[in-house]
């Protein structure tokens, strides 16, 4: 008792998200479902999830080609020391020396008049800024994830609570099917139907630990940790799960803009956008810039002297000579991904509409279906304390009560789906909104 209460505090003392990704998941929505161990398991996952940090990892890589990029555009500046034995004529009385050393050192810059390579660094912004957003969807893919699985786990844990009661219930019915058998009042079929009633709860009890134990399984994963560490994991109550919670019934038309897939599909456009205004600038020439200073030890003098050492300064329009039709074929392929990705953008448009717009549907029809099961609850229970009140009565047998019972435990596992269903329903929604409800 003791080590489970430890493992209880332990559990809920872990930090509730992690590092500064609460603005991708939107950690307030969590708190609606009132329910500490999903945040908690959802902390784990953005600390463990392999697929987070190598979404991470891709944000890092695109982050530095921009500083790559960056750095191409500043001055380079070489040198090489080198060690120089040259056999050299005799002018006069001037003699150089045999064996010298030579310090060179070479600048090298590309005026970047057009704002060329300035677009490159942009184009290279692009790409970090839509890698960014792709990161947003695999989080946002992956709290989803988990809490839908963490829904239908504490929805098997209840079942299963109904199920056992049944099984209970059935074994009861057959051992009181057996004796009327053996007291002659009751058939063969009547036991034999006894026991295949018994046969089908049992095996649909298997069924839902079955169904329970992958759950656990993929949770496991989801949050980085071993699967065979899922007999610790703790959950909530399903009945207590977003008890106090209603979700929207609408949503702003705002909110699929701000979706991750369609951020990303934008910038992806300005990228193309600025590369296209690349390629129409590399078919003018390029300005570079050469300074050459080298220090060395041939000619008479100091090693740092002025009169020791040779500087020069270049300045050149460099352009390509026969590389128009290469040129003019880059350009209509940038201009050809722009199109490209202006197309793959309309459709991601279209896409959120329709998913933001399936999702509203199947949350309010998926209520109406819940409610309905709801009231059939509330008869079923009704025609229980009917059916307790003949036996009372001494009109009902007890072999009335349990079946009546196990009916009445069938109709709340059809609610149970049913509002698991509409509970994961809430979950789709908030994927589709991009996290903003």
């Not at 999903?38 to 392999?50: D, F, G, P, T, V």
Request: charged letters at 30%; aromatic letters at 12%; one cysteine or more.
């Amino acid at each position: 008792m003791y080590k489970k209460i430890v493992l209880v505090l332990i559990f809920l003392a872990l930090p509730c998200y992690a590092r500064d990704n609460a603005e991708y998941i939107n950690t307030e929505f969590w708190k609606n479902f009132g329910d500490d161990y999903l945040n908690c398991y959802i902390s784990r996952a953005l600390e463990n999830n392999h697929d987070l940090k190598k979404a991470g990892l891709k944000v890092e890589e695109y982050r530095q080609k921009v500083r790559v990029s960056l750095g191409k555009e500043l001055p380079a500046l070489m040198t090489a020391p080198a060690y120089l034995g040259a056999q050299v004529p005799k002018i006069d009385n001037f003699e150089l020396d045999t064996n010298a050393f030579i310090l060179p050192f070479l600048a090298n810059y590309e005026a970047d008049f057009l704002l060329k390579n300035r677009d490159k660094t942009r184009s290279e912004k692009k790409n970090y800024e839509a890698e960014q957003f792709y990161e947003k969807a695999v989080y946002i893919a992956l709290v989803t994830d988990i809490a839908s699985a963490y829904i239908n786990l504490i929805k098997f844990d209840r079942l299963i609570e109904l199920q056992q009661k049944i099984v209970k219930n059935n074994y009861a019915l057959y051992d009181k099917t057996k004796l009327r058998y053996d007291n002659g009042i009751s058939s063969l079929t009547d036991l034999n139907n006894a026991k295949k009633d018994l046969t089908d709860t049992k095996n649909e009890l298997v069924e839902y630990d079955s169904d329970r134990q992958n759950l656990l399984y993929e949770l496991a994963v989801m949050i980085g940790e071993s699967p065979d560490c899922t007999d610790n994991f703790l959950r909530g109550r399903f009945d207590e799960f977003a008890r106090n919670y209603t979700p929207p019934d609408s949503i702003s038309s705002d909110v699929i803009f701000s979706r991750p897939d369609v951020c990303e599909c934008e910038k992806k456009l300005e990228k193309a956008k600025i590369d296209i205004r690349i390629a129409k600038k590399e078919f003018f020439p390029r300005f570079n810039i050469t300074g050459v200073w080298i220090f060395n030890t041939i000619s008479p003098g100091s090693f740092f002297n002025w009169e020791s050492s040779i500087a020069s300064i270049m300045a050149a329009a460099v352009t390509d000579l026969f590389a128009g039709g290469r040129k003019i074929a880059n350009l209509r392929i940038k201009k050809a991904v722009y199109e490209q990705l202006f197309e793959e953008y309309k459709q991601t448009d279209l896409t959120a509409l329709k998913e933001v717009n399936g999702s509203l549907y199947m949350l309010k029809n998926d209520k109406i279906r819940y409610l309905n099961s709801k009231e059939k609850t509330e008869y079923e229970n009704s025609n229980l304390k009917l059916v307790n009140l003949r036996f009372k009565e001494g009109t009902a047998s007890q072999m009335d009560i349990l079946a009546n019972l196990n009916r009445f435990y069938e109709v709340q596992k059809s609610l149970i789906n049913k509002r698991a269903v509409y509970l994961i329903d809430i979950i789709t929604l908030y994927k589709a909104a991009g996290a903003k409800i």
